[in-house]
């Protein structure tokens, strides 16, 4: 299991360091005994879904680990649930598992524009390390239709998806019950926009203060309605779960 569980309102979240993290899911990949993994990540966005939407919440609620990427979680674990677990960016956890030596992991992988997946899925491959993505397909589809697809890739290695909420956490819990063997991980829209080479990364120093979302705020017109007014739900979460939900 990872380092410890923390609670987060109603959530009990797996998680870890980065460090500790990359060497579960390669330990987990290179066991030939494996069943399926799921792997999630938490931010005030994805948590504000977690309250309104059923896929999401059923996802988080049972992932195996979940990255808490996302100031915003780290702080409201700090200040009104007195934990500190750690913050682990979604991006820099799959950058840790593309570095893999080994094993060598075919992989699928959703989400994005039909470019966008394609691109990501040929820059990923062109490095010649341990990863391979056998087939890219865009994240517009509808529900059926990624059933069929993960049906036809029934024994994959990986599935890597980055939707978007909640469309990712659908395909994810549908890849769970097809890809038995998989590790079906959400490695967030935002890591395939960089992958694919349409997302600038942040400075490793705004990453490491924790301002991502400024620099995002700046830079992405699409992603200033997490802001406001979704900084504003998240907090009516926050009060509500913290002061008015019995534990």
Same mark, same amino acid.
């Given at each position: 299991?990872?380092?410890?569980?923390?609670?987060?309102?109603?959530?009990?979240?797996?998680?870890?360091?980065?460090?500790?993290?990359?060497?579960?899911?390669?330990?987990?990949?290179?066991?030939?005994?494996?069943?399926?993994?799921?792997?999630?990540?938490?931010?005030?966005?994805?948590?504000?879904?977690?309250?309104?939407?059923?896929?999401?919440?059923?996802?988080?609620?049972?992932?195996? $680990?979940?990255?808490?990427?996302?100031?915003?979680?780290?702080?409201?674990?700090?200040?009104?649930?007195?934990?500190?677990?750690?913050?682990?960016?979604?991006?820099?956890?799959?950058?840790?598992?593309?570095?893999?030596?080994?094993?060598?992991?075919?992989?699928?992988?959703?989400?994005?524009?039909?470019?966008?997946?394609? $691109?990501?899925?040929?820059?990923?491959?062109?490095?010649?390390?341990?990863?391979?993505?056998?087939?890219?397909?865009?994240?517009?589809?509808?529900?059926?239709?990624?059933?069929?697809?993960?049906?036809?890739?029934?024994?994959?290695?990986?599935?890597?998806?980055?939707?978007?909420?909640?469309?990712?956490?659908?395909?994810?819990?549908?890849?769970?019950?097809?890809?038995?063997?998989?590790?079906?991980?959400?490695?967030?829209?935002?890591?395939?926009?960089?992958?694919?080479?349409?997302?600038?990364?942040?400075?490793?120093?705004?990453?490491?203060?924790?301002?991502?979302?400024?620099?995002?705020?700046?830079?992405?017109?699409?992603?200033?309605?997490?802001?406001?007014?979704?900084?504003?739900?998240?907090?009516?979460?926050?009060?509500?779960?913290?002061?008015?939900?019995?534990?």
């Amino acid at each position: 299991m990872p380092e410890r569980p923390y609670n987060f309102g109603q959530l009990v979240i797996n998680t870890g360091s980065l460090s500790y993290l990359d060497n579960y899911l390669r330990q987990f990949m290179i066991n030939p005994a494996r069943r399926y993994m799921l792997v999630g990540f938490l931010n005030p966005h994805v948590y504000n879904y977690v309250e309104r939407d059923a896929y999401v919440r059923s996802f988080i609620q049972v992932c195996d $680990l979940v990255c808490l990427d996302g100031v915003g979680i780290t702080l409201a674990f700090r200040y009104l649930f007195a934990q500190t677990p750690p913050r682990v960016v979604a991006t820099a956890l799959f950058d840790r598992a593309l570095a893999w030596p080994e094993p060598r992991v075919n992989a699928v992988l959703i989400g994005g524009t039909p470019t966008q997946a394609q $691109l990501a899925a040929d820059n990923i491959n062109s490095r010649n390390g341990s990863w391979h993505i056998v087939a890219a397909y865009h994240g517009f589809m509808k529900s059926e239709e990624y059933r069929a697809i993960l049906a036809q890739h029934a024994d994959i290695d990986a599935v890597l998806v980055g939707a978007g909420t909640p469309k990712s956490e659908q395909i994810l819990l549908n890849a769970r019950d097809v890809c038995q063997r998989a590790l079906c991980w959400h490695i967030g829209g935002g890591t395939l926009a960089v992958y694919a080479g349409h997302k600038a990364r942040a400075p490793a120093w705004v990453s490491k203060l924790g301002i991502e979302w400024m620099h995002r705020f700046l830079h992405e017109p699409h992603y200033r309605s997490r802001i406001y007014p979704g900084a504003i739900e998240f907090a009516g979460h926050l009060f509500k779960n913290r002061f008015f939900t019995e534990q």
